[in-house]
């Protein structure tokens, strides 16, 4: 196991149910970690537990939780620390938002939604993922932003979900220098494109194909589990000095 520390630790990773998500708690699982997915919906839940094969999927249970809504979030916690007693790891990619369209026009109720979605979710989880990390003096966080958290999105109409991202930058910082010296970890990624369910149908649009690959010098997207690995390696005992900065995995996107 490329990290033997995982093994035997409890990892909680909300949006879990498909791509970005599903990919780090069957990563977590595979280094033998006890792994609690949290999503909305039961049926795609148990629709991705079915990919989980051999004893990992042991390792793996489902909690339902709109991270956009505290009693859910607190409900979840509590339900972690009854259960096992201890949260070493969360990865906090879950989000949704609403329709908002460009800044001049664009929607109040969808940009609202959109920041509960992917920003209030985030601070969300923080607020009760931290109190109980803090009770065991240890604990790693990640945040899944994205590249779009700094610059601005490359489509019009994206305003709304770029200015949660940079939102979800700013409180990961901050969570970060307010909880260092008392021994937890707090991080988040940037990804670029990803090959995932909600960019699948932008990569049925030819043209919106050709402009993503633009993009990305790489010359393809990245996959789910490669930002799984990224996720894994910043709650390892690797990236120990890794507190605050967020990390981009981007294919050369930003560069």
Not at 31 to 39: K, Q
Not at 40 to 69: F, Q
Not at 122 to 147: D, K, T
Request: charged share 20%.
């Amino acid at each position: 196991m490329p990290y033997p520390e995982m093994e035997g630790k409890v990892a909680l990773v909300t949006g879990g149910s498909s791509g970005i998500g599903l990919a780090t708690v069957t990563a977590f699982a595979r280094e033998g970690a006890t792994v609690i997915l949290a999503s909305r919906s039961e049926s795609r839940a148990k629709t991705a537990l079915k990919t989980i094969k051999g004893a990992e999927r042991e390792n793996v249970s489902w909690i339902a939780c709109d991270v956009s809504k505290g009693k859910d979030v607190a409900k979840l916690c509590a339900a972690i620390a009854k259960k096992h007693g201890r949260l070493d790891y969360a990865f906090n990619n879950g989000g949704s938002g609403g329709y908002v369209g460009p800044v001049a026009t664009g929607d109040e109720t969808g940009w609202r939604k959109t920041m509960d979605g992917y920003l209030t979710s985030a601070f969300l989880c923080l607020r009760y993922q931290i109190p109980l990390m803090l009770e065991q003096g240890h604990g790693v966080i990640v945040n899944n932003a994205s590249v779009d958290g700094l610059r601005g999105y490359p489509f019009p109409g994206g305003a709304a979900y770029s200015a949660a991202k940079h939102g979800v930058i700013g409180l990961t910082r901050s969570a970060a220098l307010e909880n260092a010296k008392a021994g937890l970890r707090i991080g988040a990624i940037c990804p670029g494109w990803v090959d995932t369910p909600a960019i699948a149908r932008y990569l049925k649009d030819p043209k919106l194909k050709a402009e993503i690959l633009r993009q990305t010098p790489r010359g393809k997207i990245a996959s789910a589990d490669e930002i799984a690995a990224s996720v894994l390696w910043l709650c390892s005992d690797g990236a120990s000095y890794m507190i605050g900065s967020p990390l981009i995995i981007d294919g050369g996107y930003m560069a």
